[in-house]
């Protein structure tokens, strides 16, 4: 069966938008968890904007579902410019304090405003493979963030990753507009198949919702895990966080 691990990153931009700690963000991992969702993902960027430092060590501390920590394996430790919240310690430095189950590495820069490509491991192979194996060598599952295009998936294999996530954009985008839907989902066929002949575990996610999961879950082979956080918390608000995460777990065919 498909994971759903849920992307907690906009309620924590809920919470930073005031000085508060309303939203909770690990009380929301629990709700999420007792309504269903088989993990709990997030994605610190330096500038902690959402989600920051002291939520991954608290969400580390609760967590009885799989923990997926996301980002740049290349960004090194800021100073917070906000009272109270604590310096950013760089994300290997963070992720090799917390261990997570699954670390998914993300090629974002610091004034993306969401992650909007994948590794061209043409051009990072030789910085990525190193990482991974340390990673992986303090039992973390390693995923590499990817564009759907077979020969950089198989570079993913050589460099050690475990899995890939696929980068779903283009595919949302496709059913968004009613162009070329078929020709690009068959793309992600194309790449999931080339994942599934190296070796890795396909993981995917990036603007997936209530209306193009189905079809996305049904048709690609090998997929293990989705993670979603801006639609499911946007449906949320419609129709309440435990019906939202049944809704999705019923769109992966749960």
Known sequence: ????????????????????????????????????????????????????????????????????????????????????????????????????????????????LTSDHGFDLKKDGDRVAPLVEELKSLGIRTSLFMDPVPEQIRLAAQVGADRIELYTETYAAACKSGAAADAVLAEFVRAAEAAGEAGLGINAGHDLDLHNLPRFAAEVPGLLEVSIGHALTVDALRMGLAATIAAYQQALGK
Request: proline content about 8%; some cysteine; hydrophobic content about 40%.
């Open 1 to 112: 069966m498909i994971a759903l691990s849920v992307n907690l990153n906009k309620i924590a931009l809920i919470r930073n938008s005031r000085d508060t700690t309303n939203p909770d963000i690990p009380l929301h991992a629990q709700m999420c968890i007792d309504a269903g969702a088989d993990g709990i993902t997030v994605h610190p960027r330096p500038d902690q904007r959402h989600i920051r430092v002291q939520d991954c060590f608290d969400l580390a501390a609760m967590l009885s579902v799989e923990f997926n920590i996301e980002g740049n394996p290349m960004t090194g430790p800021r100073r917070s410019e906000r009272a109270g919240v604590s310096d950013y310690p760089g994300f290997m430095e963070l992720v090799k304090a917390i261990r997570p189950a699954q670390c998914t590495l993300v090629p974002d820069g610091d004034g993306q």
